[in-house]
């Protein structure tokens, strides 16, 4: 399955570059094609007498410039497809049918130039593989034996030791081994301040070594390190089409007949003098660039600023729907708060000391990946306690786990997983466990010896992000947590929730969620791991802090590689701003055609003139598609002034 979609990539790729290629031929045609027009008004200036050489000039540069034109009009019909490619072509032959070479002329110059500037701005797939592929270096310095030797990254393999020195990027993604230094994130998390990074951390393909000398274990080469998912996830989302445009494609088809009826019933209808004139001028405005362009580029430039806020679409669809949600549903651990939990109190029961529960539950749950458990092992790192060696370990998904400790059997989990087990006994104070605290229970050799109380703070960003959500127009915003219903209710009463649910396993919160889904659009925002289910139940699943992660990437519809929830309203102010460009692209778009048409029809507009008219709709809307490049940029501005207050 891998192959195929990397076979598929690599067909875009190679789509994309023929599509330049085709572009760099058009602008060659054009430049030669544009001199010889010229160089026959300079003729007709300066020889007046001798009109040969300059009607030879202007068939030669009209021939040359119509020739693309043409050629492309033939291969849509060869393939048996009709365009708007058809429209153009005709305009140009019939200007020079008519011997009107000096215009056909001036008329291919024009709609070739907005030709070139349509591929140049719907080619940006292209040019965002490029951008990355140029973070990434060719060579790395690899260590063998105490020895530096500069290799090519494909040379690397998994497990290979590298040394990345100040200023350089990271050609691997890898885990550092040696050395402290600054890292520029940027251009995948969009983060605008620079992280630490040192023994133990990762650092990602494509970002930036700023101060120290790192040595570095590659843990992902290619296409499978996060930079490389990026790529594929671009790829994905500007090869995608939106509902627009297969409604655009869908009635293309019935365009370009419904333009030549029209054609023809003006040229009867036109004095005979003005008839193949106003055919000419019909055929030039009646070619719709800008409604073609409305879509694509708006789209282009907001997958661009979302890409450069750390925001990275699967689908353009998806950011056509991000607009529509009416209910945002968030995982709390590590979503709503930082997810890093602390041991925030030592409830043992009996004779049983604080040290001697903390030494139970961090060494039966030392194998977990599990927030509770790496809180454990913290404490207990801290605290110089020394774990025993757990056997048998089993963990089951949201509830706690089992392992043999000692020869003993142990379970560590929340109090509905110990009642669920047969012949276990619970005393002690079962309901110390509010004040907003998750409890775990410690139970030995089928008897509980204690609870231990753990706290998660919430992100400093997440209520100013639901108020941001709700001046949208997101109508519901709720929660579902894994955790008990007293810590669930503390978190949704400090952010105003509207709805939440708690104690909920993975097949809960996908219940939850398709219950919303029947009446409303539903985005679900987690982290891509514990979550995927209810991802991928959503009709928008948003990972959080996805950088490295590929089920973050493979589960969501949208990733965000950072876990600022301040992104989550601006893609959604993101959504709502390109959709409004695009109705504004179209509305244009179609005005200039159907205002331009009756001009045409009634002899008020000369061709070069509609070929202008044609050229400028393009380009303007192709700069107010642009606007939304800058989308989110005060966002970034405020992280920088937030780091310097700091």
């Known amino acids: 399955m891998e192959q195929n979609v990397n076979i598929a990539n690599d067909s875009n790729v190679m789509h994309e570059k023929d599509k330049l290629n085709r572009t760099k031929i058009s602008i060659a045609f054009t430049v030669v094609g544009g001199i010889l027009i010229i160089n026959s008004f300079l003729l007709d200036w300066f020889f007046p007498a001798q009109p040969m050489p300059s009607t030879f000039s202007a068939i030669l540069g009209a021939a040359v410039l119509?020739?693309?034109?043409?050629?492309?009009?033939?291969?849509?019909?060869?393939?048996?497809?009709?365009?708007?490619?058809?429209?153009?072509?005709?305009?140009?032959?019939?200007?020079?049918?008519?011997?009107?070479?000096?215009?056909?002329?001036?008329?291919?110059?024009?709609?070739?130039?907005?030709?070139?500037?349509?591929?140049?701005?719907?080619?940006?797939?292209?040019?965002?593989?490029?951008?990355?592929?140029?973070?990434?270096?060719?060579?790395?310095?690899?260590l063998k034996d105490g020895v530096e030797t500069s290799v090519d990254v494909t040379e690397l393999a998994i497990g290979d030791i590298i040394r990345v020195r100040p200023g350089e990027n990271f050609p691997v993604d890898a885990i550092v081994i040696s050395g402290e230094s600054t890292v520029n994130q940027?251009?995948?998390?969009?983060?605008?301040?620079?992280?630490?990074?040192?023994?133990?951390?990762?650092?990602?393909?494509?970002?930036?070594?700023?101060?120290?000398?790192?040595?570095?274990?590659?843990?992902?080469?290619?296409?499978?390190?996060?930079?490389?998912?990026?790529?594929?996830?671009?790829?994905?989302?500007?090869?995608?089409?939106?509902?627009?445009?297969?409604?655009?494609?869908?009635?293309?088809?019935?365009?370009?007949?419904?333009?030549?009826?029209?054609?023809?019933?003006?040229?009867?209808?036109?004095?005979?003098?003005?008839?193949?004139?106003?055919?000419?001028?019909?055929?030039?405005?009646?070619?719709?660039?800008?409604?073609?362009?409305?879509?694509?580029?708006?789209?282009?430039?907001?997958?661009?600023?979302?890409?450069?806020?750390?925001?990275?679409?699967?689908?353009?669809?998806?950011?056509?729907l991000a607009a529509r949600i009416g209910a945002f549903v968030f995982d709390k651990t590590g979503t709503l708060t930082d997810g890093q939990l602390s041991v925030v109190k030592l409830n043992p029961f009996g004779d049983v000391s604080p040290a001697e529960l903390l030494q139970l539950a961090a060494s039966a749950d030392r194998y977990s990946n599990h927030p509770t458990a790496l809180a454990l092992l913290k404490i207990a790192g801290e605290a110089g306690i020394e774990l025993d060696e757990a056997t048998d370990f089993q963990e089951v998904p949201g509830k706690g786990v089992f392992a043999t400790v000692n020869g003993v059997k142990c379970m560590v989990g929340r109090i509905n997983f110990i009642r669920e087990q047969e012949g276990v006994s619970i005393v002690g104070h079962e309901e110390s466990e509010s004040d907003g605290m998750s409890v775990v229970y410690v139970v030995r050799d089928n008897i509980a010896i204690g609870w231990i109380g753990f706290k998660d703070k919430l992100r400093a960003e997440a209520p100013q992000m639901l108020n941001d959500l709700r001046e949208?127009?997101?109508?519901?915003?709720?929660?579902?947590?894994?955790?008990?219903?007293?810590?669930?209710?503390?978190?949704?009463?400090?952010?105003?929730?509207?709805?939440?649910?708690?104690?909920?396993?993975?097949?809960?919160?996908?219940?939850?969620?398709?219950?919303?889904?029947?009446?409303?659009?539903?985005?679900?925002?987690?982290?891509?791991?514990?979550?995927?289910?209810?991802?991928?139940?959503?009709?928008?699943?948003?990972?959080?802090?996805?950088?490295?992660?590929?089920?973050?990437?493979?589960?969501?519809?949208?990733?965000?590689?950072?876990?600022?929830?301040?992104?989550?309203?601006?893609?959604?102010?993101?959504?709502?701003?390109?959709?409004?460009?695009?109705?504004?692209?179209?509305?244009?778009?179609?005005?200039?055609?159907?205002?331009?048409?009756?001009?045409?029809?009634?002899?008020?507009?000369?061709?070069?003139?509609?070929?202008?008219?044609?050229?400028?709709?393009?380009?303007?809307?192709?700069?107010?598609?642009?606007?939304?490049?800058?989308?989110?940029?005060?966002?970034?501005?405020?992280?920088?002034?937030?780091?310097t207050t700091e």
């Open 66 to 142: 119509a020739l693309p034109i043409i050629f492309t009009a033939f291969k849509d019909l060869f393939v048996g497809q009709v365009r708007m490619n058809e429209l153009v072509a005709l305009a140009v032959i019939a200007a020079m049918a008519s011997g009107k070479f000096q215009m056909a002329g001036i008329i291919a110059f024009i709609l070739l130039l907005a030709i070139i500037i349509e591929s140049r701005t719907a080619s940006g797939a292209q040019r965002s593989i490029e951008d990355l592929i140029k973070l990434t270096p060719s060579n790395a310095w690899l």
């Open 186 to 320: 940027a251009s995948i998390t969009g983060e605008s301040i620079p992280v630490e990074r040192g023994e133990g951390d990762e650092v990602y393909a494509g970002t930036q070594n700023l101060t120290g000398v790192l040595e570095l274990k590659v843990t992902k080469l290619g296409e499978d390190t996060t930079l490389g998912k990026v790529k594929e996830m671009i790829l994905s989302a500007e090869s995608s089409r939106t509902p627009i445009i297969r409604i655009i494609d869908r009635y293309a088809g019935f365009y370009t007949p419904t333009i030549l009826m029209l054609a023809g019933v003006t040229w009867f209808a036109s004095p005979e003098s003005e008839a193949m004139e106003r055919v000419i001028t019909l055929l030039v405005i009646a070619c719709p660039v800008a409604v073609v362009l409305a879509t694509p580029t708006a789209i282009v430039a907001a997958v661009a600023a979302a890409a450069r806020l750390g925001i990275f679409i699967k689908n353009i669809s998806h950011l056509e």
């Open 472 to 643: 949208l127009g997101v109508r519901h915003l709720a929660m579902v947590t894994g955790d008990r219903q007293s810590v669930a209710e503390a978190v949704a009463s400090q952010l105003s929730l509207d709805e939440f649910r708690s104690e909920c396993l993975p097949e809960g919160k996908v219940e939850y969620v398709e219950n919303i889904k029947k009446h409303m659009k539903v985005a679900v925002v987690g982290d891509g791991v514990n979550d995927a289910p209810a991802l991928s139940a959503g009709d928008l699943g948003i990972a959080m802090g996805a950088i490295g992660s590929d089920v973050a990437i493979n589960s969501a519809s949208v990733a965000l590689m950072t876990n600022d929830l301040r992104r989550i309203p601006m893609l959604v102010f993101l959504s709502k701003k390109s959709k409004m460009v695009i109705a504004q692209n179209l509305t244009f778009g179609l005005l200039v055609v159907l205002i331009g048409m009756l001009l045409a029809a009634f002899g008020k507009m000369p061709p070069v003139w509609a070929a202008l008219l044609h050229t400028l709709s393009s380009i303007i809307v192709i700069f107010n598609s642009a606007r939304l490049v800058r989308t989110g940029e005060e966002l970034t501005y405020n992280e920088k002034t937030s780091k």
